[in-house]
């Protein structure tokens, strides 16, 4: 009777599509959470490449007044959608450098529909060197 049963190929079609569709499934949020991810990840990276640009114009004598560049910081990172995480600066010898973190959340399918929260850093360095005149 289980030799009969192995034998018969009526039907195999249906028992392989049964496996399979939820293996795909599967395989599909998976790559859609991983795909979140890395859109987040990005996207954090822009937020805060922008936050210590602006934080190092600010800090520059040359483009900024040095007034305020952690808000200066936190302005960069807001108009890209991320929260600021943490903004640092400080002098190392002759050189300037400002550190900012920005966070952006993504959404994940796989945990339960949970938000997530995907962090990247930035550093800016600032040379005072004077303009070259002509």
Not at 8 to 15: L, P, S
Not at 16 to 41: C, E, Q, S
């Amino acid at each position: 009777m289980i030799f009969r049963f192995l034998r018969d190929r009526r039907a195999g079609v249906t028992v392989l599509a049964a496996v399979l569709i939820p293996v795909m499934l599967i395989v599909g949020l998976v790559l859609h959470d991983v795909t979140m991810v890395y859109k987040a990840r990005g996207e954090a990276q822009t937020a805060a490449d922008a936050g210590a640009k602006a934080a190092g114009l600010e800090l520059s004598s040359y483009f900024g007044v040095g007034a305020d560049p952690k808000g200066a910081a936190g302005q960069g990172v807001a108009r890209n959608g991320a929260s600021i995480q943490e903004c640092s600066f400080g002098l190392s010898g002759d050189v300037s450098w400002i550190t900012v973190k920005a966070a952006k959340p993504a959404h994940l399918i796989l945990m339960g529909g949970k938000q997530t929260m995907i962090s990247a850093t930035a550093r800016c360095y600032l040379d005072p060197s004077p303009p070259v005149e002509n």
